[in-house]
């Protein structure tokens, strides 16, 4: 079954989800229809304090749609063979976003809890021959912007993770066993796969990729697209604040606002204003431009402590 993405207005409250991108006419009923809502991460050697964020659109549906699982994954084992890091490092590193989503969850007072999936081994010899013939149909079919994105960095080895995304995703082109994730607790007959703005690549292989692998399965995959994430909040940029970095971090508004990337800037405000008690996601723009009354600069200043206390929680 392909892939949908037909602009649909199922907004969430407050939230940074676009409008979700689907087919269906009607999503009055969209709490019963998702079974699965899932979102999935990388991992480096340093750990972005905007990662939490990553996991807020997820959150906020899983609170509206009280019916569904919600999911998280980590592509453990591309992420480490792609970007040279070592395993050890990789699982600390992977401990560590767990808690601190965990506590982030917490701290929102978030009821649903999330499902944290296993990862199979991507390189074990039948799904590692798989994802290699998926990497050539990509090379031969695919966009002048996939195949640019691709060789633009490690070539074929690229393409094969942008392959990667339709097992991790459970793109109904292959049988499960193939999957790079485990078996759900809840099969995902209809399945919410949630991510930013750089997904769009991704799920453009997806359906060029789906287009060659015709199916008879009845279960779907809709894509939601976020604002969150224009830059993958799990890769570092310079003058961002991390994790697992100096001892003596300070998370305040004023080192917010010193981030010089925009893209992590937006997201790093996305997560303190999820933090405030006054302030919503549409003041961004002009919290951007300094244009904050006393009141409000008090309320950002004291959801800058509640994260500095978080990460004071993972530090212990």
């Not at 976003?97 to 506590?103: F, G, Q, T």
Request: glycine content about 4%; hydrophobic content about 40%.
């Amino acid at each position: 079954m392909p892939l949908v993405e037909t602009p649909k207005s199922l907004l969430l409250d407050k939230g940074p989800l676009t409008k979700l991108q689907t087919n269906k006419t009607d999503l009055s009923n969209a709490e019963t229809e998702y079974t699965n809502i899932c979102t999935g991460f990388g991992v480096d050697h340093e750990i972005p304090v905007r990662i939490a964020v990553y996991a807020l659109p997820v959150l906020q549906m899983g609170e509206k749609f009280l019916r569904a699982q919600t999911e998280f994954y980590v592509a453990e084992a591309f992420a480490t063979k792609l970007n040279g890091l070592d395993p050890n490092k990789v699982q600390v590193n992977i401990a560590l976003i767990k808690e601190y989503i965990k506590l982030f969850k917490t701290e929102l007072s978030v009821v649903n809890s999330p499902v944290w999936l296993d990862e199979r081994d991507p390189f074990e010899v039948q799904r590692h021959a798989l994802t290699k013939e998926l990497a050539k149909i990509l090379r031969e079919h695919g966009s002048e912007r996939i195949i640019r994105f691709a060789d633009s960095r490690n070539g074929d080895e690229s393409l094969a993770y942008i392959a990667s995304h339709a097992l991790y995703m459970w793109d109904t082109l292959n049988v499960d066993e193939d999957k790079f994730i485990t078996e759900r607790n809840v099969s995902p007959q209809s399945l919410l796969m949630v991510g930013g703005p750089a997904e769009k690549l991704f799920f453009e292989a997806r359906q060029l990729l789906l287009s060659h692998f015709p199916t008879v399965s009845t279960r779907s995959t809709v894509q939601g697209f976020t604002e969150i994430g224009r830059r993958p909040p799990y890769y570092a940029v310079d003058s961002e604040m991390v994790v697992n970095g100096k001892n003596n971090l300070r998370i305040g508004f004023e080192e917010i606002m010193s981030i010089s990337d925009p893209d992590a800037l937006r997201d790093s405000l996305y997560l303190i204003i999820s933090l405030s008690e006054t302030l919503t996601f549409d003041d961004i723009p002009r919290v951007k431009k300094g244009q904050i009354k006393p009141q409000e600069l008090e309320d950002l200043t004291s959801a800058c402590n509640k994260l500095q206390k978080i990460i004071a929680q993972l530090r212990s």
